[in-house]
C-alpha cells in the first residue's frame, strides 16, 4: 500500500498533501466506517450497562430518583 501513495511537498520540502489510489482510499473508508459502526456499538453498550447499574442500585436503595416533571421541568 505504502509504495503506490505519493507525497506532495512545498517548495521548502514540507510535505502538504498525500495522493492515493482510489481502490486504496475506498479500502481506508471502507474500514473507517467499520470502525466507526463497531465504537458506536461498543458506546451503546457501555451506556446499556451503565443504565442496567443504575436500575440494580435503585433497587438496592442506593441510588435516589428524581420526578421526571423535574427533568423536564430543566429543560
Same mark, same amino acid.
Given at each position: 500500500m505504502a509504495g503506490s501513495i505519493l507525497?506532495?511537498?512545498d !517548495? #521548502?520540502?514540507k510535505k502538504t498533501s498525500v495522493l492515493v489510489p482510489l481502490t486504496e482510499w475506498e479500502a481506508i473508508?471502507? !474500514?473507517r466506517k467499520y470502525l466507526k !459502526? #463497531?465504537?458506536e #456499538?461498543? !458506546?451503546?453498550?457501555?451506556?446499556f450497562k451503565k443504565v442496567l447499574t443504575d436500575v440494580n442500585l435503585f433497587k438496592q436503595g442506593k441510588l435516589k430518583t428524581r420526578p421526571?416533571?423535574?427533568l423536564l421541568?430543566?429543560?
Open positions: 507525497y506532495v511537498s !517548495e #521548502k520540502g473508508i471502507k !474500514e !459502526e #463497531k465504537l #456499538k461498543a !458506546e451503546l453498550s457501555l451506556r421526571v416533571k423535574d421541568d430543566e429543560l
